[in-house]
Each structure stands twice: as C-alpha cells, then as structure tokens.
C-alpha cells in the first residue's frame, strides 16, 4: 500500500516521446512505469489508487490536474529543487533582457527588409583561415537578424507563434522567444573558463592596444590572473592580431565598460577576468548563498550589484526565497509574492504569479520533507538500463527489468 508517491517525465527520445515514472518515496522504489504522459492516462492511475495521501511532482501542470481530477484526497508537493530551478531561469531571462509582450511596441519594423550589410573583415594572405571563420560567423549573424526581423514583421501583423512557426518552419518555443524581444538575442553560449583564452579576451585587447606586444609579458600577466593554459596557445591566438589587432578606440571603450555602471547586468564587466558576465551565470550566483561562494565568485557577484539595482532587488528576493523553503517559515511566503510583485520587475512578478496558481503545492513544499530527489534518481538508473539494451526495449520490458518481483 502506497502513500507517498513521486512522479516525473522520463524521455524515450529526446523532445519526440515522453513517458511518466511513479515511485513510492517512502519505500524507495518505482511502482510503475507508463508509456506516455498524457493527462486522462495519469487521471485513471490516480484513480485506481485512493491510498494516496501525498503526490510530490515538479511544476508540470499536466500532473497536477490529473491530481486534483482523479486524486482530491492527496496533497500535492512541488518540488523544491524545481521551485529554485525555475527562479533561476526567471533571473537569466530577466538579465538576458527579455521584456513583456511587445505587440503593442512602438517598434519600427520594415517588412520585405534586405539581408543587413556584413561587417567587413581585413583579410589577409597569412591568416585567411581566420578571417574565412569570421566571415561565415557575419553570414550566419546577417540571417538570423533577417529571420528576426520576418518574425517581428509577422507577429506585428497580427499572426500567432503557431502560425508563424508553420510558415517558417521554426519550432513554437524559438518563436516565442523571439517575439517578447525587442532587439534580436544573442546566442546561448556556455561561459569562458580559466583554462581558455577568451576569458582573458578584453585584459588582451587593453593590454596590447596599450603597447604590450609580446608573448611572454602577456602571458605572464594573465597567469597572474588565473590562466592555465599553455603558453603556445596563447602564442596562436595573438598571431593574427601582428597585422589587425584590436585599436586603442576598442580598449579605451572597453576600458570603459569596466569602470561605469552598465543599464542592465548582462553588460557587467568581470573585474577578475575583464570579459562580460554572462545572463546564466550572473543568475545562478544570484540565487547562490554567499557562504558557498568562492572568492573570485564574491567579487564578480559584489561587481554586479553595483552596476545593477535590479540585481540587488532580485538577490535580495532569491535569498529570502530560498531561506523560507528550507525554513519551513510558510506564512511569509504571501510576504515574499507581495514584496516580488511590489518590485516592479516583469520577471518576478510573472515568477510570483506563477506560484500563486499553485500555491497549495508550493506551500506544501515548505512545510512537507518530501522532494523529488529519489525520483530523479529512478530516472537516471532507467536511463541507464535503456541504453544497455541500445534504446530497443518496450516499456513491459524496462518495467520488468526497473521492478524486479517486489513483494
């Protein structure tokens, strides 16, 4: 007899077919395994199992209906982990700069616009490879900012996301995204490392713009810094910069950036590695406790809240959020919606009224210990098990081998 149960998504194929895992959390063990994840599926599963008392699942909003259609008696647990997971991408979307719909926009668009100009690229006969690199890079750039620009002029228009994804053959999420822009978003690209050259990129340009040209002086300094990688390595890549490196126009600007407050944190310099701190790391410092910081990422988290009010505010938020889940203190959590409401900033307030339209699960999952950490655990060992058969195995099979004759 099951009372506590934990359910979750599992993918057989990645974004194509979903299927939902069931685990019984006290006892630490799956109970079943569907092969889909459909809501009437869920709904009948619940209802052959009225011993239920406690549903821990993620913010899905499909789980919860089926709980609250076929299982009334159950009270249902967002997990915490998920609550934390979608604040911090609630901070990222904030820090990338996404604003609230803008169909109303006094954005100018023109429809039928030619492909935007490419940047021209100094060529030359030693470094063609690169400077080829370049302008593929410009190519790809000029067509994305003309696909944004046929969005733009669509949804303007009138035309739904739906409509404008079957006309230009994109998928819904990408246009959704697109469309709450203003201007064309940068690409996602995972942050620099110390071990890489880009992350000293702007401290190079600076430096030799100001004179220091040679190998050994600049890497000498960007060891200083926390470089390390090899000293070959950086001999490559300021090769190219012999006959175009960077003017003193672009480090004095980039200088610049360094020392004056930026509008919004994305354009915040790191003053320990002197490159701009990216949307997806500034938020997952911002909702990272300061004593689990280290000191480089101190500086860089001291750094944008003093280029950024907002950051502040969302820090500020982020902390106490976190405090009054692992505290157990839920009659501050209306408080908290209060407070991130009074804000003024679209993302928490959309983050605040998400969690009002689930607010009994999340106030459940301040004042329950149940999570979905065991779940995801049965998840990883499915994985497991499906690719050892060479993703070839129907679910009574993956049943019969995840749940091997449990009394």
């Known amino acids: 007899m ?12 990645k974004g194509t077919k979903i299927g939902t895992i069931v685990v019984d959390l006290e006892r630490r063990r799956v109970v079943d395994l569907l092969a889909d994840r459909a809501a009437d599926i869920m709904a009948d599963w619940f209802r052959h199992h009225p011993e239920l008392e406690i ?3 993620d913010r899905d909003g499909l789980y919860a209906d089926a709980a609250r259609q076929s299982a009334p008696q159950a009270r249902q647990v967002a997990d915490r982990f998920h609550l934390l997971k979608n604040l911090r991408d609630t901070v990222a979307r904030q820090l990338g700069g996404f604003e609230a719909p803008v169909r109303e926009s006094a954005t100018e668009i023109e429809v039928g616009q ?9 060529r030359s006969e030693r470094y063609s490879e690169t400077a080829e690199r370049e302008r593929l890079r410009c190519h790809r750039r000029a067509a994305r900012e003309a696909m944004f620009g046929k969005i733009r002029a669509l949804y303007d228009a009138g035309s739904t996301v739906r409509e404008i994804a079957q006309k230009l053959g994109l998928g819904p999420r990408r246009v959704y995204r697109w469309v709450r822009r203003i201007d064309m978003p940068e690409r996602s690209t995972m942050a620099p490392k110390p071990s890489t050259l880009a992350y000293f990129g702007a401290f190079l340009a600076r430096s030799w713009a100001k004179g220091t040209t ?4 600049l890497f000498s300094d960007i060891r200083h810094r926390g470089y390390t990688g090899s000293f070959s390595h950086l001999a490559r890549f300021l090769a190219p910069w012999r006959n175009n490196g960077p003017s003193q126009d672009e480090a004095d600007g980039l200088a610049a950036g360094e020392e004056a407050p930026a509008r919004l944190p994305l354009h915040v310099i790191d003053p320990m590695a002197g490159r701009r701190s990216s949307p997806l790391v500034a938020a997952a410092l911002c909702i990272k406790p300061r004593r689990q910081m280290t000191t480089r990422q101190i500086v860089n988290v001291d750094a944008l809240k003093a280029a950024s009010t ?7 938020l982020a902390m106490r959020f976190r405090g009054l889940l692992r ?12 407070d991130a409401w009074r804000s003024g900033i679209y993302g928490m307030q959309r983050f605040a009224r998400a969690l009002r339209h689930d607010i009994e699960a999340v106030r459940n999952a301040v004042l329950e210990p149940w999570s979905n950490g065991q779940t995801e655990g049965q998840i990883n060992r499915l994985k497991t098990l499906k690719r ?15 749940m091997p004759l449990q009394n």
């Open 327 to 338: 505290g157990g203190a839920v009659e501050k959590l209306d408080g908290w919606m209060t």
């Open 114 to 122: 030619d492909t935007p100009p490419q940047p021209t690229v100094h």
């Open 388 to 402: 050892a058969m060479y993703a070839r195995a129907g679910v009574d099979l993956l049943r019969a081998r995840l």
């Open 310 to 316: 907002e950051f502040t505010t969302m820090r500020c």
């Open 55 to 57: 549903i821990s699942r």
């Open 214 to 217: 040679k190998v050994r002086h």
């Open 2 to 13: 099951m009372r506590v149960a934990g359910v979750d998504e599992w993918a057989w194929r």
